[in-house]
Protein backbone atom coordinates (compact mmCIF):
# COMPACT_ATOMS: atom_id res chain seq x y z
CA UNK A 1 0.00 0.00 0.00
CA UNK A 2 2.00 3.63 -0.77
CA UNK A 3 0.72 6.10 1.32
CA UNK A 4 2.51 9.45 0.24
CA UNK A 5 1.48 13.17 -0.53
CA UNK A 6 3.16 15.61 -2.51
CA UNK A 7 4.97 18.40 -0.55
CA UNK A 8 6.26 21.72 -2.14
CA UNK A 9 9.57 23.12 -0.40
CA UNK A 10 9.74 26.57 -0.26
CA UNK A 11 12.54 26.64 -3.06
CA UNK A 12 10.42 24.79 -5.52
CA UNK A 13 10.92 22.06 -5.82
CA UNK A 14 8.63 18.85 -4.63
CA UNK A 15 9.28 15.62 -3.25
CA UNK A 16 7.04 12.55 -2.36
CA UNK A 17 5.84 12.60 1.12
CA UNK A 18 4.92 8.98 2.89
CA UNK A 19 2.36 9.42 5.61
CA UNK A 20 1.77 5.95 6.78
CA UNK A 21 3.45 4.01 9.50
CA UNK A 22 6.70 2.10 8.83
CA UNK A 23 6.06 -1.61 9.62
CA UNK A 24 7.60 -5.13 7.83
CA UNK A 25 8.45 -2.90 5.33
CA UNK A 26 5.64 -1.34 4.45
CA UNK A 27 3.68 2.35 5.08
CA UNK A 28 0.61 1.07 6.53
CA UNK A 29 -2.51 3.43 8.14
CA UNK A 30 -3.07 3.35 11.16
CA UNK A 31 -5.69 1.19 13.14
CA UNK A 32 -7.95 3.95 14.04
CA UNK A 33 -6.77 5.66 10.59
CA UNK A 34 -6.20 9.33 12.56
CA UNK A 35 -3.78 11.64 11.05
CA UNK A 36 -1.86 14.65 12.45
CA UNK A 37 -0.49 17.57 10.96
CA UNK A 38 3.33 18.64 10.96
CA UNK A 39 3.85 22.41 10.91
CA UNK A 40 6.68 24.38 9.37
CA UNK A 41 8.04 26.43 11.41
CA UNK A 42 9.60 29.24 9.21
CA UNK A 43 5.67 30.10 7.80
CA UNK A 44 3.10 28.12 10.72
CA UNK A 45 1.47 26.38 7.75
CA UNK A 46 0.65 22.71 7.82
CA UNK A 47 3.29 20.45 5.70
CA UNK A 48 1.72 17.20 5.37
CA UNK A 49 -0.70 15.04 7.90
CA UNK A 50 0.75 11.87 8.87
CA UNK A 51 -0.85 8.55 10.60
CA UNK A 52 -0.74 8.11 14.19
CA UNK A 53 -0.05 5.63 15.87
CA UNK A 54 -1.47 4.42 18.94
CA UNK A 55 -0.81 1.57 21.26
CA UNK A 56 -2.45 -1.18 19.16
CA UNK A 57 -0.04 0.00 16.20
CA UNK A 58 3.30 0.07 18.45
CA UNK A 59 2.00 -3.85 19.41
CA UNK A 60 1.53 -4.41 15.90
CA UNK A 61 5.12 -2.92 15.31
CA UNK A 62 6.90 -4.94 18.31
CA UNK A 63 5.31 -8.20 16.84
CA UNK A 64 6.82 -7.53 13.11
CA UNK A 65 10.55 -6.65 15.07
CA UNK A 66 9.83 -10.17 17.23
CA UNK A 67 9.15 -11.81 14.27
CA UNK A 68 12.08 -10.77 11.89
CA UNK A 69 14.03 -10.85 15.05
CA UNK A 70 13.11 -14.80 15.25
CA UNK A 71 13.07 -15.61 12.09
CA UNK A 72 15.79 -13.93 9.76
CA UNK A 73 17.86 -10.60 12.08
CA UNK A 74 18.98 -13.21 14.82
CA UNK A 75 20.66 -15.65 11.98
CA UNK A 76 21.81 -12.80 9.95
CA UNK A 77 26.07 -12.55 10.87
CA UNK A 78 27.71 -9.31 11.37
CA UNK A 79 29.31 -8.96 7.97
CA UNK A 80 25.83 -9.17 6.60
CA UNK A 81 24.00 -6.51 9.06
CA UNK A 82 27.46 -4.15 8.29
CA UNK A 83 26.98 -4.01 4.50
CA UNK A 84 23.44 -3.32 5.14
CA UNK A 85 24.45 -0.47 7.20
CA UNK A 86 27.18 0.59 4.92
CA UNK A 87 24.20 0.62 2.22
CA UNK A 88 21.99 2.95 3.92
CA UNK A 89 24.90 5.31 4.90
CA UNK A 90 25.78 5.65 0.72
CA UNK A 91 21.54 5.94 -0.03
CA UNK A 92 21.59 8.85 2.71
CA UNK A 93 24.59 10.36 1.26
CA UNK A 94 23.16 9.92 -2.19
CA UNK A 95 19.85 11.67 -1.12
CA UNK A 96 21.63 14.06 1.24
CA UNK A 97 19.91 17.33 -0.63
CA UNK A 98 15.99 15.65 0.03
CA UNK A 99 16.57 14.53 3.41
CA UNK A 100 18.20 18.08 4.06
CA UNK A 101 15.38 20.29 2.40
CA UNK A 102 12.72 17.80 4.15
CA UNK A 103 14.62 18.37 7.68
CA UNK A 104 15.46 21.94 7.07
CA UNK A 105 11.19 22.63 6.23
CA UNK A 106 9.72 20.01 9.27
CA UNK A 107 12.36 21.64 11.51
CA UNK A 108 13.57 24.98 10.39
CA UNK A 109 17.04 24.12 10.51
CA UNK A 110 18.85 26.04 7.97
CA UNK A 111 19.53 23.65 5.33
CA UNK A 112 22.97 24.61 4.12
CA UNK A 113 24.78 24.53 7.20
CA UNK A 114 22.58 22.85 10.22
CA UNK A 115 20.49 20.24 8.10
CA UNK A 116 23.36 19.29 5.55
CA UNK A 117 25.47 18.33 9.35
CA UNK A 118 22.54 16.66 10.31
CA UNK A 119 22.21 14.29 6.94
CA UNK A 120 25.94 13.88 6.81
CA UNK A 121 26.92 13.11 10.49
CA UNK A 122 23.92 10.60 9.96
CA UNK A 123 24.89 9.22 7.45
CA UNK A 124 28.83 8.52 8.91
CA UNK A 125 27.31 7.89 12.17
CA UNK A 126 25.22 4.46 10.44
CA UNK A 127 28.49 3.69 8.30
CA UNK A 128 30.98 3.81 11.66
CA UNK A 129 28.27 1.72 13.42
CA UNK A 130 28.04 -0.59 10.31
CA UNK A 131 32.11 -1.01 11.04
CA UNK A 132 31.48 -2.34 14.35
CA UNK A 133 28.57 -5.35 13.82
CA UNK A 134 31.56 -7.73 12.61
CA UNK A 135 33.60 -7.12 15.56
CA UNK A 136 31.23 -7.96 17.94
CA UNK A 137 33.22 -10.31 20.67
CA UNK A 138 33.57 -12.16 23.95
CA UNK A 139 36.46 -12.52 26.73
CA UNK A 140 37.71 -16.15 27.59
CA UNK A 141 38.34 -15.61 30.97
CA UNK A 142 41.26 -18.58 32.53
CA UNK A 143 39.77 -20.14 36.47
CA UNK A 144 42.14 -22.70 36.79
CA UNK A 145 43.18 -26.03 36.01
CA UNK A 146 40.42 -27.43 35.09
CA UNK A 147 38.11 -24.39 34.69
CA UNK A 148 37.60 -21.32 32.32
CA UNK A 149 34.61 -19.16 31.42
CA UNK A 150 33.60 -17.08 28.35
CA UNK A 151 31.42 -14.60 27.70
CA UNK A 152 28.95 -14.36 24.64
CA UNK A 153 27.82 -10.63 23.74
CA UNK A 154 24.27 -10.70 22.83
CA UNK A 155 21.53 -8.25 21.15
CA UNK A 156 19.15 -7.96 23.83
CA UNK A 157 16.53 -8.95 20.69
CA UNK A 158 13.71 -5.61 20.36
CA UNK A 159 14.54 -2.47 21.37
CA UNK A 160 12.43 0.38 21.80
CA UNK A 161 13.76 3.87 20.40
CA UNK A 162 11.86 6.94 21.52
CA UNK A 163 13.20 10.33 19.79
CA UNK A 164 13.04 14.19 20.33
CA UNK A 165 12.34 16.75 17.98
CA UNK A 166 15.95 18.94 17.48
CA UNK A 167 18.06 16.85 15.73
CA UNK A 168 15.22 14.22 14.27
CA UNK A 169 18.26 12.52 11.83
CA UNK A 170 21.12 12.52 13.53
CA UNK A 171 19.03 11.42 17.11
CA UNK A 172 17.34 8.18 15.00
CA UNK A 173 20.88 7.62 13.65
CA UNK A 174 23.00 7.51 16.73
CA UNK A 175 20.28 4.50 18.14
CA UNK A 176 19.46 2.80 14.97
CA UNK A 177 23.21 2.44 14.01
CA UNK A 178 23.93 0.43 17.10
CA UNK A 179 21.25 -1.40 17.72
CA UNK A 180 21.55 -2.79 14.49
CA UNK A 181 25.02 -3.57 14.12
CA UNK A 182 25.09 -5.48 17.59
CA UNK A 183 22.09 -7.67 16.08
CA UNK A 184 18.62 -6.18 17.18
CA UNK A 185 15.38 -5.38 15.77
CA UNK A 186 14.29 -1.68 16.00
CA UNK A 187 10.72 -0.21 16.94
CA UNK A 188 11.57 3.49 16.65
CA UNK A 189 8.89 6.64 17.16
CA UNK A 190 9.89 9.73 15.84
CA UNK A 191 8.71 12.69 17.76
CA UNK A 192 5.42 14.16 16.89
CA UNK A 193 7.13 17.74 15.80
CA UNK A 194 9.06 16.10 13.33
CA UNK A 195 8.05 13.12 11.67
CA UNK A 196 8.72 13.68 8.10
CA UNK A 197 12.26 13.13 7.64
CA UNK A 198 12.36 9.82 9.49
CA UNK A 199 9.39 8.19 7.56
CA UNK A 200 10.87 9.06 4.17
CA UNK A 201 14.44 7.63 5.31
CA UNK A 202 12.40 4.46 5.56
CA UNK A 203 12.67 4.26 1.74
CA UNK A 204 15.98 4.06 1.71
CA UNK A 205 15.62 1.26 4.62
CA UNK A 206 13.78 -0.66 2.59
CA UNK A 207 16.24 -0.14 -0.63
CA UNK A 208 19.34 -0.66 1.07
CA UNK A 209 17.88 -4.59 1.82
CA UNK A 210 16.97 -4.45 5.71
CA UNK A 211 14.62 -7.49 6.20
CA UNK A 212 10.62 -6.12 6.62
CA UNK A 213 10.70 -5.96 10.61
CA UNK A 214 13.85 -5.27 11.43
CA UNK A 215 13.52 -1.57 10.89
CA UNK A 216 10.01 -0.08 11.69
CA UNK A 217 8.97 3.04 12.28
CA UNK A 218 5.82 4.78 14.10
CA UNK A 219 4.93 8.16 13.71
CA UNK A 220 3.03 9.14 16.61
CA UNK A 221 2.68 10.55 20.37
CA UNK A 222 4.68 10.25 23.65
CA UNK A 223 1.43 10.28 26.05
CA UNK A 224 -0.38 7.11 24.50
CA UNK A 225 2.59 5.44 21.38
CA UNK A 226 5.82 6.51 23.43
CA UNK A 227 4.15 5.39 27.01
CA UNK A 228 3.17 1.52 25.47
CA UNK A 229 6.27 1.69 23.59
CA UNK A 230 8.41 1.67 26.99
CA UNK A 231 5.96 -0.25 29.05
CA UNK A 232 5.65 -2.89 26.45
CA UNK A 233 6.57 -6.50 27.50
CA UNK A 234 8.04 -7.56 24.10
CA UNK A 235 10.14 -4.83 24.06
CA UNK A 236 13.44 -6.13 25.82
CA UNK A 237 15.50 -2.28 25.80
CA UNK A 238 14.23 1.57 25.34
CA UNK A 239 16.81 4.12 24.58
CA UNK A 240 15.34 7.04 25.00
CA UNK A 241 16.51 11.11 24.14
CA UNK A 242 14.17 14.28 25.18
CA UNK A 243 13.57 16.13 28.38
CA UNK A 244 14.24 14.69 32.46
CA UNK A 245 10.69 14.91 33.31
CA UNK A 246 9.88 12.17 30.24
CA UNK A 247 12.88 10.17 30.94
CA UNK A 248 11.93 9.66 34.50
CA UNK A 249 8.64 8.61 33.60
CA UNK A 250 10.01 6.23 30.61
CA UNK A 251 12.46 4.68 33.08
CA UNK A 252 8.77 3.85 35.59
CA UNK A 253 7.57 2.00 32.52
CA UNK A 254 10.18 0.55 31.38
CA UNK A 255 10.69 -1.23 35.11
CA UNK A 256 7.75 -3.04 34.73
CA UNK A 257 9.53 -6.05 32.71
CA UNK A 258 13.09 -4.80 34.30
CA UNK A 259 14.01 -3.32 30.44
CA UNK A 260 17.29 -2.29 29.84
CA UNK A 261 17.24 1.78 29.51
CA UNK A 262 19.66 3.96 27.57
CA UNK A 263 18.08 7.76 28.82
CA UNK A 264 20.16 10.87 26.93
CA UNK A 265 18.12 13.95 28.87
CA UNK A 266 18.36 17.33 29.19
CA UNK A 267 21.27 20.17 29.97
CA UNK A 268 22.50 23.24 31.70
CA UNK A 269 25.88 23.07 30.50
CA UNK A 270 28.29 25.71 31.64
CA UNK A 271 31.24 27.22 30.13
CA UNK A 272 33.70 28.52 32.40
CA UNK A 273 36.50 31.48 31.15
CA UNK A 274 39.65 31.89 33.18
CA UNK A 275 41.45 35.17 33.11
CA UNK A 276 44.20 33.77 31.15
CA UNK A 277 41.97 32.59 28.31
CA UNK A 278 42.27 33.23 24.36
CA UNK A 279 38.77 35.78 24.36
CA UNK A 280 38.75 35.67 20.75
CA UNK A 281 38.59 31.66 20.56
CA UNK A 282 36.34 31.90 23.40
CA UNK A 283 34.00 34.05 22.03
CA UNK A 284 33.56 31.97 18.78
CA UNK A 285 32.84 29.25 20.60
CA UNK A 286 30.90 30.48 23.14
CA UNK A 287 28.55 31.22 20.69
CA UNK A 288 28.92 27.86 18.58
CA UNK A 289 27.70 26.29 22.16
CA UNK A 290 24.73 28.22 22.12
CA UNK A 291 23.64 29.65 19.16
CA UNK A 292 23.93 26.31 16.89
CA UNK A 293 20.50 24.88 16.07
CA UNK A 294 18.85 27.90 17.66
CA UNK A 295 19.99 26.93 21.11
CA UNK A 296 18.19 23.67 20.38
CA UNK A 297 20.87 21.45 21.34
CA UNK A 298 20.74 19.56 25.16
CA UNK A 299 24.50 20.43 25.76
CA UNK A 300 23.90 24.04 24.69
CA UNK A 301 26.48 25.69 26.84
CA UNK A 302 23.46 28.16 27.74
CA UNK A 303 25.66 29.57 31.21
CA UNK A 304 28.75 30.82 30.63
CA UNK A 305 30.84 32.46 33.83
CA UNK A 306 33.54 34.57 33.32
CA UNK A 307 36.35 35.39 35.84
CA UNK A 308 36.58 38.98 36.77
CA UNK A 309 39.69 39.97 34.77
CA UNK A 310 38.41 39.02 31.52
CA UNK A 311 34.82 39.50 32.32
CA UNK A 312 34.18 42.91 30.28
CA UNK A 313 36.49 41.89 27.57
CA UNK A 314 34.89 38.76 27.09
CA UNK A 315 31.29 40.13 26.60
CA UNK A 316 32.48 42.59 24.09
CA UNK A 317 33.96 40.66 21.89
CA UNK A 318 31.03 37.75 22.66
CA UNK A 319 28.50 40.32 21.71
CA UNK A 320 30.16 41.52 18.37
CA UNK A 321 30.11 37.64 17.45
CA UNK A 322 26.99 36.64 18.12
CA UNK A 323 25.68 39.49 16.78
CA UNK A 324 27.63 39.88 12.90
CA UNK A 325 27.64 35.80 12.95
CA UNK A 326 24.35 34.58 14.34
CA UNK A 327 21.57 37.70 14.73
CA UNK A 328 22.48 39.15 11.22
CA UNK A 329 22.01 35.35 9.52
CA UNK A 330 18.75 34.70 10.55
CA UNK A 331 15.75 33.92 8.49
CA UNK A 332 14.15 31.55 6.06
CA UNK A 333 15.78 28.10 6.45
CA UNK A 334 16.04 28.22 2.65
CA UNK A 335 18.16 30.94 2.21
CA UNK A 336 21.90 29.78 2.08
CA UNK A 337 23.03 32.82 3.78
CA UNK A 338 21.17 32.16 7.11
CA UNK A 339 22.40 30.30 9.79
CA UNK A 340 19.68 30.78 12.26
CA UNK A 341 16.18 29.38 11.30
CA UNK A 342 12.68 29.74 13.69
CA UNK A 343 12.34 27.73 16.94
CA UNK A 344 10.75 24.58 16.28
CA UNK A 345 6.98 25.23 17.69
CA UNK A 346 4.69 27.93 19.12
CA UNK A 347 4.79 26.11 22.49
CA UNK A 348 8.49 26.60 22.57
CA UNK A 349 8.58 29.75 20.97
CA UNK A 350 6.26 31.17 24.09
CA UNK A 351 8.18 29.49 26.79
CA UNK A 352 11.33 31.20 25.00
CA UNK A 353 9.75 34.53 25.50
CA UNK A 354 8.47 33.67 28.85
CA UNK A 355 11.89 32.89 30.03
CA UNK A 356 13.19 36.32 28.70
CA UNK A 357 10.85 38.08 30.66
CA UNK A 358 12.16 36.09 33.21
CA UNK A 359 15.51 37.12 32.99
CA UNK A 360 14.48 40.71 33.20
CA UNK A 361 12.59 41.11 36.03
CA UNK A 362 14.85 38.95 38.19
CA UNK A 363 17.65 41.93 37.26
CA UNK A 364 19.97 40.24 34.50
CA UNK A 365 21.24 42.99 32.11
CA UNK A 366 19.90 42.45 28.72
CA UNK A 367 22.65 42.66 26.36
CA UNK A 368 21.72 41.96 22.70
CA UNK A 369 18.36 40.41 21.27
CA UNK A 370 15.47 39.54 23.60
CA UNK A 371 12.53 39.89 21.42
CA UNK A 372 11.14 38.37 18.12
CA UNK A 373 13.15 40.01 14.72
CA UNK A 374 10.83 42.85 13.35
CA UNK A 375 11.06 41.73 10.19
CA UNK A 376 10.32 38.02 10.79
CA UNK A 377 6.54 38.62 11.78
CA UNK A 378 5.68 34.90 10.50
CA UNK A 379 7.32 31.77 11.73
CA UNK A 380 8.85 31.42 15.35
CA UNK A 381 11.84 33.54 15.41
CA UNK A 382 13.42 35.01 18.41
CA UNK A 383 16.71 36.78 17.85
CA UNK A 384 19.74 34.99 19.68
CA UNK A 385 19.95 36.43 23.11
CA UNK A 386 22.65 37.55 25.38
CA UNK A 387 21.81 38.24 29.47
CA UNK A 388 25.04 39.80 31.33
CA UNK A 389 25.38 40.61 35.28
CA UNK A 390 23.53 37.09 36.31
CA UNK A 391 23.36 35.82 39.82
CA UNK A 392 23.87 31.84 39.76
CA UNK A 393 20.78 31.65 41.88
CA UNK A 394 18.34 33.08 38.87
CA UNK A 395 16.15 30.64 37.13
CA UNK A 396 17.76 31.77 33.57
CA UNK A 397 20.49 30.17 35.03
CA UNK A 398 19.38 27.39 35.98
CA UNK A 399 16.36 26.29 34.12
CA UNK A 400 16.45 24.53 30.60
CA UNK A 401 15.14 26.99 28.26
CA UNK A 402 16.11 25.28 25.31
CA UNK A 403 16.36 28.10 23.09
CA UNK A 404 19.21 30.83 22.14
CA UNK A 405 19.26 32.80 25.23
CA UNK A 406 22.72 32.79 27.38
CA UNK A 407 22.94 33.78 30.73
CA UNK A 408 26.51 35.32 31.62
CA UNK A 409 27.68 36.32 35.23
CA UNK A 410 31.07 36.84 36.86
CA UNK A 411 33.15 34.70 39.41
CA UNK A 412 36.40 35.23 41.33
CA UNK A 413 38.24 32.25 41.83
CA UNK A 414 39.03 28.56 40.86
CA UNK A 415 37.01 27.54 43.81
CA UNK A 416 34.05 29.88 43.03
CA UNK A 417 34.06 29.27 39.61
CA UNK A 418 33.91 25.13 39.44
CA UNK A 419 30.87 25.81 41.99
CA UNK A 420 28.84 27.89 40.09
CA UNK A 421 29.61 25.21 36.93
CA UNK A 422 28.50 22.21 39.16
CA UNK A 423 25.36 24.15 40.68
CA UNK A 424 23.01 22.45 38.85
CA UNK A 425 21.01 19.66 39.04
CA UNK A 426 22.09 18.43 35.15
CA UNK A 427 25.32 16.89 33.96
CA UNK A 428 25.70 16.67 30.46
CA UNK A 429 28.38 18.92 29.32
CA UNK A 430 30.77 21.67 30.37
CA UNK A 431 33.25 23.50 29.19
CA UNK A 432 36.44 25.29 30.00
CA UNK A 433 38.91 27.64 28.62
CA UNK A 434 42.10 28.74 29.95
CA UNK A 435 45.61 28.57 28.33
CA UNK A 436 46.89 26.74 31.84
CA UNK A 437 47.16 23.15 30.81
CA UNK A 438 46.94 21.97 34.42
CA UNK A 439 44.44 23.91 35.41
CA UNK A 440 42.52 22.77 32.18
CA UNK A 441 42.55 19.16 33.39
CA UNK A 442 42.34 19.68 36.73
CA UNK A 443 39.07 21.71 36.06
CA UNK A 444 37.93 18.84 34.01
CA UNK A 445 38.65 16.39 36.56
CA UNK A 446 36.26 18.49 38.96
CA UNK A 447 33.66 18.66 36.82
CA UNK A 448 30.14 16.95 37.27
CA UNK A 449 29.78 15.98 33.63
CA UNK A 450 29.51 13.42 31.21
CA UNK A 451 30.98 15.45 28.52
CA UNK A 452 34.11 18.13 29.18
CA UNK A 453 35.16 20.22 26.63
CA UNK A 454 38.66 22.03 27.12
CA UNK A 455 38.69 25.12 25.10
CA UNK A 456 35.83 24.24 22.77
CA UNK A 457 32.16 23.95 23.43
CA UNK A 458 29.29 21.68 22.71
CA UNK A 459 31.30 19.29 20.68
CA UNK A 460 30.63 16.05 20.05
CA UNK A 461 32.27 13.53 17.36
CA UNK A 462 30.65 9.65 16.76
CA UNK A 463 33.76 7.96 18.05
CA UNK A 464 33.41 9.47 21.43
CA UNK A 465 31.21 8.22 24.39
CA UNK A 466 28.17 11.18 24.62
CA UNK A 467 25.94 11.58 27.55
CA UNK A 468 24.86 12.95 30.96
CA UNK A 469 25.86 11.92 34.68
CA UNK A 470 23.11 13.61 37.77
CA UNK A 471 19.42 14.33 36.14
CA UNK A 472 20.63 14.40 32.42
CA UNK A 473 20.70 10.55 31.89
CA UNK A 474 21.74 6.91 32.36
CA UNK A 475 24.16 5.46 29.60
CA UNK A 476 26.48 6.89 27.04
CA UNK A 477 25.73 6.99 23.27
CA UNK A 478 28.58 6.86 20.24
CA UNK A 479 31.69 5.30 20.41
CA UNK A 480 32.54 1.74 21.42
CA UNK A 481 29.89 2.67 24.85
CA UNK A 482 27.72 3.24 22.13
CA UNK A 483 27.78 -0.27 20.91
CA UNK A 484 28.11 -1.94 24.30
CA UNK A 485 24.58 -0.69 25.35
CA UNK A 486 22.83 -2.69 22.94
CA UNK A 487 24.64 -6.05 23.33
CA UNK A 488 24.09 -8.12 27.22
CA UNK A 489 27.09 -10.47 28.25
CA UNK A 490 25.86 -14.09 28.64
CA UNK A 491 28.75 -15.75 30.87
CA UNK A 492 29.33 -19.47 29.81
CA UNK A 493 31.08 -21.56 32.59
CA UNK A 494 33.34 -24.33 31.56
CA UNK A 495 34.18 -26.99 33.60
CA UNK A 496 36.94 -29.58 31.59
P1 LIG B 1 10.18 15.38 25.19
O1 LIG B 1 10.64 14.69 26.42
O2 LIG B 1 8.98 16.22 25.27
O3 LIG B 1 9.88 14.31 24.03
C1 LIG B 1 10.86 13.42 23.58
C2 LIG B 1 10.18 12.18 23.01
O4 LIG B 1 9.51 11.50 24.08
C3 LIG B 1 9.12 12.46 21.95
O5 LIG B 1 9.21 11.49 20.94
C4 LIG B 1 7.82 12.32 22.73
O6 LIG B 1 6.73 11.93 21.93
C5 LIG B 1 8.18 11.23 23.70
N1 LIG B 1 7.36 11.20 24.93
C6 LIG B 1 6.77 12.26 25.56
N2 LIG B 1 6.08 11.81 26.63
C7 LIG B 1 6.24 10.47 26.69
C8 LIG B 1 5.76 9.44 27.56
N3 LIG B 1 4.99 9.71 28.60
N4 LIG B 1 6.13 8.17 27.30
C9 LIG B 1 6.93 7.87 26.27
N5 LIG B 1 7.38 8.79 25.39
C10 LIG B 1 7.05 10.08 25.60
O7 LIG B 1 11.42 16.19 24.63
P2 LIG B 1 11.49 17.14 23.35
O8 LIG B 1 10.76 18.41 23.68
O9 LIG B 1 11.11 16.37 22.14
O10 LIG B 1 13.06 17.42 23.25
C11 LIG B 1 13.70 18.41 23.99
C12 LIG B 1 14.41 17.78 25.18
O11 LIG B 1 15.27 16.74 24.73
C13 LIG B 1 15.30 18.76 25.90
O12 LIG B 1 15.13 18.61 27.29
C14 LIG B 1 16.70 18.34 25.50
O13 LIG B 1 17.71 18.66 26.42
C15 LIG B 1 16.54 16.86 25.35
N6 LIG B 1 17.58 16.29 24.47
C16 LIG B 1 18.57 15.56 25.05
C17 LIG B 1 19.61 15.05 24.26
C18 LIG B 1 20.72 14.24 24.88
O14 LIG B 1 21.40 13.54 24.14
N7 LIG B 1 20.94 14.28 26.18
C19 LIG B 1 19.60 15.27 22.89
C20 LIG B 1 18.57 16.01 22.33
C21 LIG B 1 17.55 16.51 23.14
Known sequence: MSLSVQVKLPDGSTYTQPTGLFINNEFVKSIKGEKF???????????????????????????????????????????????????????MEKHADELAGIEAHDSGKPKATNAIFDVEESANCMRYFGGWADKVTGKSIPLGKDKFAYTLHEPYGVCGQIIPWNYPLAMAAWKLGPALAAGNCVVLKTSEITPLSMLWLANLIKEAGFPPGVVNILSGFGKDAGARLASHEGVDKIAFTGSTATGQVIQQLASKNMKAVTLECGGKSALVIFDDADLDQAAKWAAIGIMSNQGQICTATSRIYIQDG??????????????????????????????????????????????????????????SGGKTPASLTKGYFIEPTIFADISP??????????????????????????????QTQYGLGSAVFTQDIAKAHRFASDLEAGMVWINSSNDSDIHVPFGGVKMSGVGRELGEYGLTIYTQAKAVHVNM
Open 310 to 367: AYDKFLQAFKAHVEEEYTSKQGCPFNDTHVVGPQISQPQYEKILSYIEIGKKEGAKLL
Open 37 to 91: ESICPATEEPIAAVYRAYEEDVDVAVKAAREAYNTVWKETGGVQRGKLLFKLAEL
Open 393 to 422: DMRIANEEIFGPVVACGRFKTYEEGLKYAN
